[in-house]
């Protein structure tokens, strides 16, 4: 018991030094949580797609640009490459999705998806 009456003098002795300490740990395991949350992401929208579009991963290319800004001479190179991928010999179509901001499950009520999705059943 004496150990703790120790522990609470000292802790009252050095109130800022011990409240410093505490809100650097509370922001230390916040950015730790952010972290290992960020990588879990990754799998989780990959397990995703792999889920509701039913794609062959091993035959699917993921292109990953990093950190881009949408400049016209962004946009004309990305064009591009949209081009050669359209055009090359067995490739059935190309698309895209945010990493970090949006579910497939949001497909579910977008229009333009279910379109698309109802053409290619047709065919």
Do not use: H, W
Not at 1 to 18: D, G, H, Q, V
Not at 40 to 60: A, C, G, H, P, R
Not at 72 to 87: A, E, G, H, T, W
Request: glycine share 4%; with cysteine.
């Amino acid at each position: 018991m004496s150990y703790f009456k120790i522990i609470f003098s000292s802790f009252l002795k050095r109130k800022l030094t011990y409240l410093l300490i505490v809100i650097q740990l509370v922001i230390t395991f916040l950015m730790l949580i952010k972290v290992f949350t960020n990588i879990s992401v990754f799998y989780y929208q990959e397990n995703s797609i792999k889920k509701y579009t039913n794609l062959d991963m091993n035959k699917t290319v993921r292109v990953i640009f990093e950190y881009s800004e949408e400049t016209p001479s962004f946009v004309d190179k990305f064009n591009v490459l949209k081009q050669y991928i359209n055009s090359l010999e067995g490739v059935r179509g190309y698309g895209g999705y945010d990493g970090t901001g949006m579910y497939i499950n949001d497909l579910a009520e977008n229009e333009d998806y279910i379109n698309l999705l109802v053409l290619c059943i047709k065919k």
